[in-house]
């Protein structure tokens, strides 16, 4: 490695190695803010096929099995809210029967 005395020609070849360096920061930073774009637009487009969805069965006269016949299936997320919003209504039966039981995870037969 050449010996460098000038401290401008220092400056200088830090400041190349600097910006070789940033230009993986700005591919970075460009291709997370691609990812954030992507994100909100599958967001977007999760939630206008969950509304077109529920318009077909709420109001085009469709049924959900009648849909998914034809190969029109629930939405995925449609079917996580709705198998979250059963596992939370069935935890509170699960709860009272618990307390009746003193506590047995049980019921009694």
């Known amino acids: ?3 460098l005395t000038d401290p401008q020609q220092a400056e200088e070849a830090a400041q190349r190695l600097l910006n070789d360096r940033m230009d993986y920061i700005r591919r970075a930073i460009t291709a997370r803010g691609a990812l954030d774009e992507a994100r909100e637009a599958l967001k977007e487009a999760e939630k206008n096929d969950t509304a077109a969805f529920q318009a077909a069965v709420n109001n ?3 049924t959900a099995d ?3 016949k034809i190969g029109l299936a629930a939405p ?3 079917q996580r809210v709705q198998r979250r919003r059963k ?3 069935s935890t509170p039966d699960v ?3 618990s307390a ?3 506590g ?3 019921p009694e037969q």
């Open 1 to 3: 490695m050449a010996k």
């Open 60 to 62: 085009g006269g469709w």
């Open 66 to 68: 009648e849909l998914k």
């Open 76 to 78: 995925e997320k449609m």
């Open 87 to 89: 596992t939370t209504q």
């Open 95 to 97: 709860q009272a029967s």
């Open 100 to 102: 009746q039981n003193g």
């Open 104 to 106: 047995d995870t049980e």
